[in-house]
C-alpha cells in the first residue's frame, strides 16, 4: 500500500508539472542569430555582446540589438593566451585570462580590465595562484569570482575569501528519500568531486551552481566580511524532466522578474525557475541547440553562446502567461525532454563534452579547439571490434574507455622508437597503432604507405636513426592541422628530413600566380598514403603534383619536343616520379635553388648558347611591359616560350612584340639581328661582333 501511495503521488506530481508547463500563451522568443566559429563565454556592455571565439582565440564585439558583427580582437595580440572567465563591470570587460610567461614559458593567470579599445590593463589584486576561473560576475558595486573558493570584491582589487562547503555537503530538502529512493542516486555514480561553475547574484542570495550535480546552493554571502556565513539552501535535481538538469553550464539572474535562467547543454534549452527552486517554464529556438555553454544578459535579453553549432542566439524574455486549454494525452507524455530524438542524438558526445568542457577539465583546446578534429558520427561499414553508437557510428568512447580503466600495451615516442609494456595514454582502449589499424588497415600497408621506415644515423635524406613505425608520430586525433597532422608541413616533414629537403626555388605557402591562388607545402607533390617509397612518395594515380597547378601544360604534354617524355637521354628525372611529371623534373628541381635559364637550356642546347649583354636600361623601358627578362638581362625566354606552347617558329614568343622591344636599343638593325641572332653572337660571351 505504501509503495503504491508513492506511485500515485509521482504521477500527481508529473501532471502538475505537465499542466503549468503547456499553459503558457507567451513567453521567450528569438531575438536574432551570429554565427561566431566555437563561442564560450559571452557578456552583454555598453550596448554591446562580447563572445569568446574558443576557436580562433578571439573576442568577438556584436551590437545587442541586432547581433550585427562590429569586429574582432585577437587575444595574442594582448598577450593572453586562452580566457577562463568573463564578466561586465561599470562600463568595462572584466577577464581572468592566461598569459604565458616570458622566461619560464610557464601560464600565469590573472584579471584584466578592458574598456572596449587599446590593450586590456592587468589589475593587481590578492588574489591567489590559480590555474583557472570557473565563473565571474559582476554589479555595478561588486564582483563574484569562483577560483578554488568564491572571492568577492568591491574595489577589483582586494578579494575577499567565503569558506562554502561543498555542494554534496549540502542537504537538498526538496528530495525525499522516504517517497522517491531513487532521488539523490546520481551523486552516489558521480566520478568526479563536482565544484562550482557558474555564480549569479540575486536579490536576497548568491547561487552556485554545481554543474556535476544539477544542484543550486543560494547563500546570503556577506561581502564585507569573508569569514561571516548565513545559512545555507541546496535545491534541484538531476533528470530529464522538465524542472531538473542534466547537463546544466551556466545560469543569469533576471532582476526585474526575480528569476534564475539556466542553460543546459544535456537537454539542450534555457530552463527558468524561482531562486527558491519552483520551475517556471523552458525555452530553445525553432532549431534547437546543440551544446549551449554559456549566457550573457542585458535587460531582458538573454544571450546564449551554442559552442558546437557555431553560433549566439539572442532570446528576448517575456514573462510566462498561464492560460486554460483544453489539454490532451501527449500534453502529459512529453514533458520527459528525452523522449524528444533531437535532445539526445549526440549524447555520446554531449556526455563526454560535460566533463571535459572545463567542468572537471578544461580540455575543450584539445579537442574542439581551433584545428582539426578525429570526426564523431562518422559510419563505420565494416565491422570492427570497437564500440559504435547505434551500431555503426564513431564517437568518443569508441577509442577512449569512458571509466577511465588504465591499460598497458606497446607506444612508440615522436622517434618511432617502442616503448613496450607502458601505460596507454588518454584512457585508450588500446595501444594507438592497435587502435587506428582497427578502422585503417590499408594506412599500413609498406609497398603503399610512409610506414615501417627505418633510417640510419647516415641516411641522407633524415636524421639520424629515425624510424617511421606509429601512426601518431605525423598525426593527432585532436587539435590537428588538415588531415589531423601535427603541424603543418614543411615543419612536420622535417622533424625527421634534413633541412636541406626544405624546398629552395617553388614557393611554399599561400601562392599566387598566373596559375591562381594556391597552397603550397610538400604534401602538395607527395602523398604519405597511397604512394610508394621507390618513387619519392609522388602523388599516384588520379592525384596530381605538378600538373595540379600548372594546367596549362597539361593539354600539351606529348605534343613537342620540350613536353615530350625522353627528350633527351642524357638528362634524367633526380626521382621515379609517377606519371608523365617526371618530365618536368628533367629541368626543374623544387629543392634545390633555381638556375639561371641559360644554365637549364645549355643542357641539350650548347651550341645556341650566347649570353646577350646585360643593358640597365632595357628593364626600364616601358616597351619591356610583358617581356620575360631575367632580372634585367635579356635571357633565353625573352625569346622562346621555353615549354613550347607558342605556335611560332623556333617556340618563339610573339616576334611582333619582341621586335618592338629590340628596336629600343637597336633600331634599324633590329630585323637582321633578330633572324641571324645566334650566328652573329659566336664569341663566348656573348658580345656582337
Known amino acids: 500500500m505504501k509503495e503504491l501511495k508513492q506511485i500515485i503521488l509521482l504521477v500527481l506530481m508529473a501532471v502538475t508539472m505537465a499542466w503549468s508547463l503547456n499553459t503558457s500563451a507567451s513567453g521567450p522568443t528569438t531575438a536574432w542569430e551570429t554565427h561566431i566559429p566555437s563561442p564560450t563565454l559571452i557578456v552583454a556592455g555598453m550596448k554591446q555582446v562580447w563572445t569568446y571565439s574558443h576557436r580562433e582565440k578571439a573576442l568577438y564585439q556584436m551590437d545587442a540589438q541586432t547581433g550585427a558583427y562590429v569586429q574582432k580582437f585577437f587575444i595574442q595580440e594582448w598577450g593572453m593566451v586562452a580566457i577562463a572567465s568573463m564578466a561586465s563591470y561599470q562600463e568595462n570587460i572584466l577577464f581572468f585570462a592566461a598569459r604565458k610567461n616570458k ?4 601560464y600565469e593567470y590573472g584579471l584584466w580590465r578592458w574598456g572596449g579599445t587599446g590593450v586590456p590593463e592587468q589589475v593587481v589584486t590578492n588574489l591567489p595562484t590559480a590555474e583557472r576561473s570557473h565563473g565571474m560576475t559582476c554589479s555595478q558595486q561588486s564582483c563574484v569570482l569562483i577560483l578554488d573558493q568564491v572571492y568577492t570584491t568591491l574595489n577589483l582589487r582586494q578579494w575577499k575569501k567565503h569558506l562554502i562547503p561543498e555542494a554534496k555537503k549540502i542537504e537538498n530538502p526538496r528530495l525525499r528519500p522516504d517517497i522517491n529512493p531513487f532521488a539523490s542516486w546520481q551523486d552516489k555514480l558521480l566520478i568526479g568531486e563536482g565544484q562550482y561553475v557558474a555564480v549569479a547574484v540575486g536579490k536576497k542570495f548568491i547561487h552556485l551552481l554545481d554543474g556535476l550535480r544539477g544542484n543550486i546552493v543560494n547563500s546570503r554571502l556577506n561581502f564585507e566580511e569573508s569569514e561571516k556565513l548565513d545559512v545555507f539552501r541546496k535545491w534541484g535535481k538531476w533528470g530529464t524532466w522538465e524542472g531538473q538538469f542534466m547537463f546544466p553550464k551556466d545560469m543569469v539572474y533576471l ?10 547543454s544535456g537537454l ?36 546564449v553562446s551554442d559552442f558546437s553549432a557555431n553560433r549566439v542566439v539572442a532570446i528576448d524574455f517575456q514573462p510566462l502567461v498561464e492560460v486554460e486549454k483544453e489539454k490532451k494525452i501527449e500534453d502529459f507524455l512529453h514533458t520527459n525532454l528525452y523522449l524528444n530524438p533531437k535532445i539526445h542524438e549526440d549524447i555520446s558526445t554531449v556526455r563526454c563534452l560535460n566533463c571535459h568542457d572545463g567542468t572537471l577539465r578544461d580540455s575543450l583546446h584539445g579537442f574542439y579547439g581551433d584545428k ?17 553508437e547505434n551500431g555503426k557510428f564513431v564517437t568518443c568512447n569508441s577509442c577512449h574507455d569512458q571509466h577511465h580503466e588504465k591499460k598497458m600495451g606497446d607506444v612508440f615516442t615522436r622517434d618511432g622508437i617502442l616503448q613496450n609494456n607502458t601505460l596507454i595514454p588518454a584512457n585508450l582502449r588500446a595501444s594507438p597503432n592497435t587502435l587506428c589499424q582497427t578502422c585503417h588497415q590499408e594506412k599500413t600497408q609498406v609497398a603503399s604507405n610512409h610506414f615501417n621506415l627505418h633510417a640510419g644515423k647516415n641516411h641522407r635524406l633524415t636524421r639520424k636513426n629515425v624510424h617511421v613505425l606509429a601512426c601518431l608520430q605525423c598525426h593527432t586525433p585532436h587539435a590537428g592541422e588538415k588531415q589531423l597532422l601535427r603541424h603543418k608541413a614543411p615543419e612536420l616533414c622535417l622533424n625527421c628530413h634534413q633541412d636541406h629537403l626544405r624546398p629552395q626555388s617553388h614557393p611554399l605557402g599561400n601562392v599566387v600566380s598566373l596559375h591562381g591562388n594556391k597552397h603550397v607545402d610538400c604534401l602538395s607533390c607527395h602523398a604519405m598514403h597511397e604512394a610508394a617509397k621507390v618513387s619519392s612518395f609522388g602523388k599516384m594515380g588520379k592525384k596530381q603534383s605538378c600538373l595540379e597547378c600548372h594546367t596549362d601544360l597539361k593539354e600539351n604534354l606529348g605534343k613537342n619536343k620540350h613536353l615530350a617524355h625522353g627528350l633527351n637521354p642524357k638528362l634524367k628525372s633526380p626521382t621515379n616520379w609517377p606519371q608523365q611529371e617526371t618530365l618536368c623534373l628533367q ?17 641539350c642546347h650548347a651550341k645556341q648558347i650566347q649570353i646577350h649583354e646585360k643593358l640597365n636600361p632595357v628593364a626600364q623601358t616601358f616597351r619591356a611591359e610583358g617581356i620575360h627578362l631575367a632580372g ?16 611560332e617558329k623556333k617556340f618563339f614568343n610573339t616576334q611582333d612584340k619582341l621586335m618592338v622591344f629590340c628596336s629600343s636599343c637597336h633600331g634599324p638593325e633590329t630585323t637582321k639581328l633578330f633572324n641571324q641572332y645566334h650566328t652573329l653572337l659566336k664569341d663566348k660571351h656573348g658580345r656582337r661582333k
Not at 255 to 264: E, G, I, M, P
Not at 590 to 599: A, I, T, Y
Not at 632 to 647: A, D, I, K, P, R
Open 632 to 647: 634585367e638581362s635579356v635571357t633565353c625566354s625573352t625569346c622562346h616560350q621555353h615549354h613550347g606552347l607558342s605556335s
Open 268 to 303: 539542450k534549452h534555457v530552463f527558468f525557475f524561482h531562486p527558491n527552486g519552483d520551475y517556471v517554464g523552458k525555452f530553445a529556438p525553432v532549431a534547437g541547440l546543440k551544446y549551449p555553454i554559456h549566457l550573457g544578459l542585458d535587460n531582458n535579453r538573454i544571450f
Open 255 to 264: 532582476k526585474k522578474y526575480d528569476l534564475l535562467a539556466f542553460v543546459d
Open 103 to 106: 622566461k619560464s614559458k610557464e
Open 587 to 603: 629541368c626543374h628541381d623544387p629543392h634545390k635553388k633555381r638556375l639561371p635559364v641559360e644554365q637549364m637550356c645549355k643542357k
Open 372 to 388: 582539426f578534429q578525429h570526426p564523431i558520427g562518422k559510419e563505420v561499414t565494416k565491422k570492427i571490434d570497437l564500440p559504435l
